[in-house]
């Protein structure tokens, strides 16, 4: 039998003399499996709401907007020409403005976007589901569910706008003022949005900020590869005019979560190092317990690698059954969380009731590589050091 697997099958065994070595073993399969599966589970958390937030922000934000640094600088033929030069992305001309609206008892401010139904609602799957069949007419107005509940708003209910635009009246600007029918409201899950956006139509928005008739704020542009096409479409587009993508609007929001991520990511594989130090510990003990038979054997002629090759093998035991024992584990409580309400969160904050989990591929084998390096380093160590014993000085004494 070779020697390396025999002496790893002889240490791996329960010593009734020395039962602290065995539990120091059980303490570091048991850290390592523990360590991995908070790490699969908290990166499949992480990435769940850096996910759920991307789609949010994506519905609401879009793909990507075209701006103009002029109020009503984009007109009907710019449009035209770039549905006709990019068939495959889909655009919805918009106006926006800043607005207080008026309920009962309170105001409150936010930004009321003028939109051609028809258009807004290919790109946008909330409008869509908001407005179905029918269309924004007139000075109907949709508003979103948070400012609804804000302002004891119901629907065919009249509603005060208050614009930032002024109307001269005797010696003094007055703010200009509308009345608009609730036609419905949207909830896009993120109460940020429903309590500042709300849509009316086009014409109306375009004939109370005194816009000429087919001239527009911006675009708003919906691709499914809005990363390759942004390029492009900057090209096309005249002096002046700027293509900004969803994830330049929010650039820092997400940075933030990915530095959390990363963060979390090293702390987490601290616990992982932490359990590795009682495979360290558990190794050294096996050596010192067995220093007799590791000299004796190595006067018999068995070699330095052999030996080195049985303790690191034993510490590779120990650390990949925990490494395995710890996916399934992992695994096992990704899929608990994502099938099963264990977990209720405030769906107005976060955008969904349900906990997120959505554990990437890049997380998983980064995590696996990451527990199998601080396993072969923690076995590497206490496998050198079991070659390093004087033989002759070892057999005189011991």
């Given at each position: ?10 240490y ?6 020395q ?5 120091s ?13 908070v ?13 759920e ?16 640094p ?5 007109n ?10 990019f ?14 609206v ?16 028809s ?9 869509n ?16 569910q ?13 509603v ?14 007055i703010?200009?003022m509308k ?6 409201s ?10 500042a956006y ?7 928005l ?32 005249p ?7 969803w ?8 940075s ?43 006067a ?9 090759k049985s303790?690191f ?8 059954s925990g ?6 584990l992992?695994?096992?409580?990704v ?27 890049a997380?998983f ?10 396993v ?9 050091k079991?070659t390093q014993?004087d ?8």
């Open positions: 039998m070779n020697l390396a697997k025999y002496l790893l099958f002889k791996l065994r329960f010593d009734k003399t039962p602290f070595i065995t539990l073993a059980v303490l570091a399969f048991l850290g390592v499996s523990v360590g991995l599966m790490l699969i589970v908290a990166m499949a958390i992480m990435n769940g709401f850096d996910k937030f991307e789609r949010k922000l994506f519905t609401m934000n879009y793909p990507i907007t075209i701006m103009s002029f109020k009503g600088n984009i009907d033929e710019l449009v035209e020409n770039l549905k006709n030069n068939q495959h992305l889909k655009f919805s001309p918009f106006i926006s403005t800043q607005v207080i008026k309920g009962t008892n309170n105001l409150e401010g936010g930004v009321i976007f003028g939109i051609k139904s258009d807004e609602k290919q790109i946008n799957s909330v409008i589901d908001a407005l179905k069949d029918t269309e924004l007419k007139d000075y109907e107005i949709l508003i979103g948070g400012l609804k509940n804000e302002l004891a708003l119901s629907e065919n209910e009249k005060t706008l208050i614009f930032t635009k002024a109307d001269p009246s005797g010696f003094a600007l703010p200009k009345r608009f029918d609730i036609k419905t949207f909830s896009s899950g993120l109460i940020a949005y429903d309590k709300s849509y009316t139509s086009i014409q109306a375009a004939k109370i900020l005194d816009y000429q008739p087919n001239h527009y704020d911006g675009v708003h542009v919906y691709s499914k590869n809005p990363f390759d096409d942004i390029s492009s479409l900057q090209e096309a587009l002096m002046g005019l700027r293509a900004i993508g994830w330049q609007q929010n650039g820092n929001f997400f933030a979560l990915q530095l959390e991520k990363r963060a979390l990511f090293i702390v987490l594989m601290l616990i992982i190092l932490v359990a590795s130090l009682n495979i360290i510990s558990s190794l050294l003990m096996t050596v010192m317990n067995r220093r007799q038979e590791i000299a004796l054997l190595l018999l002629g068995a070699t330095k690698s052999e030996i080195k303790f093998m034993q510490g590779i035991v120990i650390g990949g490494i395995i024992f710890g996916i399934i992992g695994l096992f409580g899929w608990l969380l994502s099938n099963f309400n264990i977990v209720n969160l405030p769906a107005d904050v976060y955008g969904s009731s349900k906990l997120p989990m959505e554990l990437s591929i997380d084998v980064m995590i696996v590589i990451g527990a199998i390096l601080i072969a380093f923690s076995s590497f160590y206490p496998a050198k079991a014993i033989v002759l000085n070892t057999l005189r004494n011991e």
